[in-house]
């Protein structure tokens, strides 16, 4: 075997010199890019399917369902220890932050200001991340129907955030 075509070790390829390199001429600041399409609401605004007034109806409704921390967990919850239950046999109330308990409010408020009929649809498409076919079919409507309940929804929504 020749020198060439056998292993090599790191420092033979020029690796560690590689990385003080790069760390010399590295930025601090990071840019991230976002796909705003990857979002069902993003998909129906590059469509022109939503208006602009409604994806950010649409997006202040998931930022405080995020915010407020209502998605289920889907890992383990290192919190302390749970609360004794009481006689009525339920645990307590999570420990809410102030600002996890406005959030709560508001996306509580926004999704009444939709109405009942509304807040399904507006729910799994928005909060969920459900494709509109599939909210549909979930809630036993016929195909395209989702698009017009969710649009009226969202203008619900966008009037409670009072978004011009």
Not at 41 to 59: H, I, M, N, P, T
Not at 87 to 103: I, M, N, V, Y
Not at 117 to 138: F, H, N, S
Request: hydrophobic share 45%; net charge positive; with cysteine.
């Amino acid at each position: 075997m020749s020198e060439r075509s056998g292993p090599r070790l790191l420092t033979e390829r020029g690796i560690d010199r590689g990385i003080a390199s790069a760390r010399a001429t590295a930025n601090p600041a990071r840019s991230v890019t976002v796909n705003r399409v990857e979002s069902p609401l993003g998909w129906l605004l590059a469509r022109g399917l939503v208006s602009r007034r409604q994806y950010d109806a649409g997006e202040r409704l998931r930022s405080d369902w995020e915010r407020a921390q209502l998605a289920p967990r889907v890992t383990m919850a290192w919190d302390a220890a749970p609360v004794a239950r009481g006689r009525g046999g339920s645990a307590a109330e999570p420990d809410l932050t102030g600002a996890q308990l406005d959030c709560k409010r508001r996306f509580d408020a926004a999704i009444a200001s939709a109405g009942p009929g509304l807040a399904d649809i507006l729910w799994r498409v928005v909060c969920a991340g459900e494709g509109m076919r599939d909210a549909e079919t979930a809630l036993g409507w016929p195909a395209r129907a989702g698009k017009v309940v969710l649009t009226l929804a969202l203008d619900r929504v966008a009037a409670f955030y009072r978004i011009p």
